[in-house]
């Protein structure tokens, strides 16, 4: 078990990154082109909920789920996730994208509030299904983007650093107590999933 | 796995050299046209992208494919290089790079070593690649030759550099994380090549 202090300096400086990084699209001068592009890019998995709770709930997952899902779900994600994105550019539709996302909240969030411990393959495959809708709706705005390479590396690291917030708080587990208040965590995902699935949000 | 005193020894000649281009006179002849050739690599995001994922695969593979690899890519690179200089290229497809890049980046994240004719025809193919994308888009032609000598200098700075942190990681890494971390790079750098090749391919 990791001792506690360790535990607390690696989700701080995880915590610290990421708010740091979000931090960055509040300033006065967004700029546009490149800069536009990434930021553009960036804020669009973290300014949308439906994203955010099912990106932090797949880091969660993977922390919960121990060695090897906590490494191969976020290697694993942004490639699925950049087929289902290579789809939207291409205008191949996918049905029921949004409810697609919104689902992926629910039903993660459900398996960590149960506790669920699925063979790898199975979360593999449950994460990279929902990955396919994550990045169909990032790759439909990509054509429009204000420069569409660096919206790409703006969402990928947006995406991925959700996951990894996901993973930090996933590290309570190693805490007395702390299974149950990442299990909470999951239940509290999964209600807003449900949220955005049946329109209440 | 490659030598760490030759990639030091590189990366120490490289650095040595690299002070000449931020010196504030740089009257020599053909410097501006070395200055905007270095810098290509790095302005350009797909190239530095490919370049970076090549030296990620080649970093994950076993000693002797990484030196074959390694010799392959710097081979294709000069053969890019001489054929974006004697050629008329500039309808070169944006695709391929992003291609490179994906290959790279997916064989990255997979972090395993692959058979030694993979290995070598991926760097090779990467290098060449990359030094016919590197066109000196220069009116002179000394000028243009500068330019691609100094994108060759980046290029290859760049791919040792990716290089020698997976081997200096895998070699000294007793975190796990520091390795994953280089997958995940790999993985990110793999999904935004693919969606970049499918916007070529829509265009």
């Given at each position: ?26 300033m ?5 082109g490149v ?14 909920w ?24 976020p ?12 789809l ?18 629910v ?16 979360a593999?495959l ?10 169909h ?19 990928v ?30 239940a509290a ?5 449900a ?5 209440v949000? | 796995?490659?030598s ?6 590189v ?53 002797g ?11 294709g ?41 993979f290995?070598?025809t ?19 032609v ?11 200098f980046?290029?290859t ?16 890494a ?29 265009a």
């Amino acid at each position: 078990m990791m001792p506690f202090k360790k535990l607390s300096v690696l989700s701080g400086a995880i915590l610290t990154v990421f708010f740091s990084v979000v931090a960055v699209p509040a300033m006065a001068h967004g700029g546009g082109g490149v800069s536009g592009g990434f930021l553009s890019g960036f804020t669009h998995p973290i300014l949308g909920w439906d994203h955010v709770v099912a990106m932090v709930a797949v880091g969660l997952w993977g922390a919960f789920l121990g060695s090897p899902a906590i490494w191969i779900l976020p290697v694993a994600f942004p490639l699925v996730m950049a087929f289902g994105g290579a789809l939207g550019v291409l205008g191949i539709p996918v049905p029921a994208v949004e409810a697609g996302i919104a689902a992926s909240s629910v039903v993660l969030g459900i398996l960590i509030a149960g506790a669920a411990r699925a063979p790898l393959w199975l979360a593999t495959l449950i994460v990279a299904v929902f990955a396919v809708f994550h990045g169909h709706a990032h790759g439909t705005e990509l054509p429009e983007a204000v420069h569409p390479l660096t919206y790409a590396v703006g969402f990928v690291c947006g995406t991925g650093l959700l996951h990894l917030l996901g993973i930090g708080l996933g590290f309570l587990t190693r805490l007395p107590s702390g299974v149950i208040a990442v299990r909470v965590c999951g239940a509290a995902i999964a209600v807003i999933g449900a949220s955005f699935l049946f329109g209440v949000i | 796995m490659l030598s760490d005193r030759v990639y030091s020894g590189v990366i120490a000649a490289a650095w040595l050299i690299w002070p000449g281009a931020a010196a504030a006179h740089i009257g020599v002849h053909g410097s501006d046209g070395f200055v905007t050739g270095a810098l290509r690599p790095v302005m350009d995001f797909s190239q530095l992208l490919a370049t970076i994922s090549v030296g990620l695969f080649v970093g994950w593979q076993n000693a002797g494919n990484a030196n074959r690899a390694a010799g392959a890519f710097v081979a294709g690179l000069v053969a890019g290089l001489a054929g974006a200089f004697w050629s008329d290229l500039s309808n070169l497809p944006a695709g391929l790079l992003h291609g490179v890049a994906f290959a790279g980046g997916f064989l990255a994240a997979l972090a395993r070593p692959v058979p030694v004719f993979f290995a070598v025809t991926l760097g090779g193919a990467g290098g060449l690649i990359i030094g016919l994308a590197l066109l000196p888009g220069s009116e002179s032609v000394s000028e243009a030759g500068f330019a691609l000598v100094g994108g060759f200098f980046t290029v290859t700075l760049i791919f040792i550099y990716a290089v020698f942190a997976v081997n200096w990681l895998r070699g000294r890494a007793s975190k796990p994380w520091l390795l994953l971390g280089l997958r995940i790079a790999g993985s990110w750098i793999a999904a935004i090549a693919l969606m970049m090749l499918a916007l070529t391919l829509r265009a």
